[in-house]
């Protein structure tokens, strides 16, 4: 599970650049770093105080940074997001492994690895807030279960472990951590041992809760002496009761089953429906069966719980992310690990049943019994672990060829053929124990997202920093010429904050309502107030440039000009375009005099870039 699925998260983590509030995160992180103030930082685009959240991830980054263990750079604002994600897959991989053994861990955390939206849209592993709410949620969870399982000389510290957890939660995403005692409290109602009279200590509870509150309050107590009006206003009201009662961003609101079907959607696309199907199946059994443990059918009603009670919750809001619910996803995980192991252990025992009825049996073993009088097991198992190892590289590679001297030797193409014959030579080696649940492994192994993983293997390894390069290169150009930091024009486009994220450093962010009418021109062709422009396709299009048509990128026509601003209609340009890159199929970003090489550096700094032809105007 380390290697297969926490090691990947560690894999280019600077290699694409940051997305969406990635950008937002990263720039507090660096004015806290450059102005010292860590108790309110600062928020894009106008340097104002971010009150949002509590600052917790912000302090663990950019204390990091200060004191040299990670870079300032995007691998190191990403890099203790990739270290809570992988603990957090630890303890998916403990808590399914309390069901059914390794194998059910395995399977858990191999099929969040899979899930596509949960590293890539608003992912855990990138600099958000979901990494530490993820790991707030599975930490809670399994040391709340330890609590309840451990004898009293351990059970304390399980307390403190889920009460560090919670304040990890809370501190990093305020209300969105209530859940997790929520659901905690809700599990003791549903404990069979509660119903019979048992009562979990909660004096045990009162300094732990007592010390994490204390830990808590100082920062809200700082931030209504600062400006009690302000503070409770922004994180309480707008982005707590308007955000989840009213309207705060038009674009957030959904029905009130988005997270139902958006989640069906995702399964499908990332190929985990059906195990998850059949895991929440065995969940369901597991949690009314009577026949099972009493430790067992709680631990499958907590799992229920923890997915269904936050799910249900945050549905009944009007504003709906689907990064909102992805603390609550690793439950349906748990129960796929869960169905998995189930139905390996039905599919071991009952076929070791049957081959002891057969009369094979009695012939084996007298085999085995002369062959080891000569050593031959020994060479069996060997025959069948070589066999195993071929029928995997070919799985892996499709096809395993041997030449010698140029000509081929061997060659095999099929994953069964060596599959059936390993296990063959093990079973006559005396490892009959051991086959069955490798080929019941292998024959489940059909309804798990392989395809899936390796795509987001893939995505992993991708390189894509067009802004990056775009400012590397432009302070370098302001360095090495003794340019003055003019800054950057954004004109027009749909731009969002990486934007401003990456450019900032090269000057003032200048909009079109605090421009003149003649800013354009001005940016493109005075000498020495030349500077970045960024503008939509629309309008680039309109003055002059050209794109291929139906790029993959931008995916438009040269011919539109649909939705230009009045300040291209306004523009008048007397030396046409300069070169420009589309950074997205909305925005292209312009390079006039000395940063003309820059745009060459662009847009071979990522796979979705390209190199646009300046056209003069017509």
């Known amino acids: 599970m380390l290697v297969f699925c926490c090691a990947p998260l560690f894999t280019r983590l600077g290699g694409l650049e940051q997305r969406n509030d990635e950008a937002i995160y990263s720039y507090s992180v660096d004015r806290i770093l450059e102005t010292g103030h860590w108790l309110t930082p600062r928020r894009i685009p106008d340097d104002g105080v971010f009150l949002e959240k509590p600052p917790l991830k912000f302090w663990m980054v950019a204390g990091l940074m200060k004191v040299g263990v990670i870079p300032q750079n995007d691998w190191g604002m990403r890099f203790p997001d990739a270290v809570m994600c992988a603990i957090a ?24 690895v899979s899930f596509e939206p949960l590293l ?10 979901e990494g530490s709410l993820l790991l707030a949620y599975c930490g809670g969870v399994y040391h709340f279960v330890r609590w309840l399982e451990t004898g009293d000389a351990r059970r304390r510290r399980q307390i403190w472990f889920f009460c560090g957890y919670f304040f990890l939660g809370f501190m990093t995403k305020f209300v969105a951590a209530i859940f997790l005692p929520l659901v905690c409290v809700a599990g003791l109602a549903v404990r069979p041992a509660i119903r019979n ?13 007592a010390a994490t509150a204390a830990l808590i309050a100082p920062w809200f107590i700082y931030q209504t002496i600062r400006d009690a009006r302000e503070f409770w206003q922004t ?9 989840f009662t009213g309207v705060l961003i038009p674009s957030h609101l959904h029905s009130r089953y988005f997270y139902f079907t958006q989640l069906w959607y995702e399964l499908q696309r990332s190929d985990c429906l059906p195990p998850v199907l059949v895991g ?25 719980i923890w997915w269904i009670v936050p799910e249900v919750l945050i549905s009944a809001g009007t504003s709906k992310l689907f990064y909102y619910s992805y603390p609550f996803l690793p439950p349906l995980a748990i129960g796929a690990g869960l169905a998995f192991s189930q139905v390996l ?11 002891r009825r057969l009369p094979l ?27 195993l190892l071929l029928a995997a590289a070919t799985w892996y590679w499709d096809s395993v060829q ?11 193409s099929s994953i069964w053929r060596p599959f059936v014959a390993g296990a063959i030579a093990w079973y006559f080696a005396g490892l009959g124990a051991s086959v069955v649940p490798v080929l019941g492994a292998s024959l489940l192994t059909v309804l798990m997202p392989f395809a899936a993983y390796e795509r987001q293997l893939g995505r992993l390894d991708q390189i894509d920093g067009p802004l990056r390069a775009a400012r590397d290169c432009a302070l370098s150009v302001q360095a090495s010429r003794n340019l003055p930091r003019i800054g950057v024009y954004k004109m027009s486009g749909d731009t969002d904050h990486p934007y401003y994220y990456y450019l900032w450093r090269l000057g003032t962010f200048l909009w079109p309502e605090h421009a003149g009418s003649g800013e354009l021109g001005r940016r493109l062709e005075v000498p020495g107030e030349q500077s970045l422009v960024v503008l939509s396709v629309e309008d680039y299009v309109y003055l002059g440039g050209t794109l291929p048509v139906s790029d993959p990128v931008t995916n438009m026509d040269t011919g539109i000009t649909s939705g230009v601003s009045d300040n291209a209609r306004a523009a008048h340009l007397e030396h046409g375009l300069p070169p420009g890159v589309a950074i997205s199929k909305d925005v292209v970003v312009l390079f006039p005099g000395e940063y003309a090489s820059c745009a060459r550096v662009a847009a071979h700094a990522g796979p979705r870039t390209r190199k646009l032809a300046a056209v003069p105007v017509r």
């Open 89 to 112: 897959f630890v303890y998916v991989y403990l808590l399914a492994a309390r069901f059914g053994g390794a194998v059910a861990g395995f399977v858990s955390v191999f099929l969040l």
């Open 120 to 129: 890539f849209q608003h992912g855990i592993r990138g600099n958000n807030m």
């Open 197 to 209: 009279g048992e009562r979990p200590a909660w004096r045990d509870w009162l300094a732990p809760a």
């Open 235 to 243: 994180i309480l009201m707008s982005h707590v009761v308007t955000r």
């Open 280 to 304: 929440s199946a065995a969940l369901l059994w597991a949690a009314v069966w009577q026949g099972g443990s009493a430790s067992r059918r709680f631990l499958a009603r907590l799992m229920l």
């Open 345 to 355: 252990d039905w599919f071991t025992s009952g076929v070791l049943a049957l081959l």
């Open 361 to 387: 049996s009695g012939f084996k073993a007298d085999v085995i019994a002369r062959w080891q009088a000569r050593r031959l097991s020994d060479a069996f198992t060997v025959v069948g672990t070589l066999c």
């Open 402 to 412: 041997w030449h010698v001297g140029g000509v081929r030797v061997f060659k095999n």
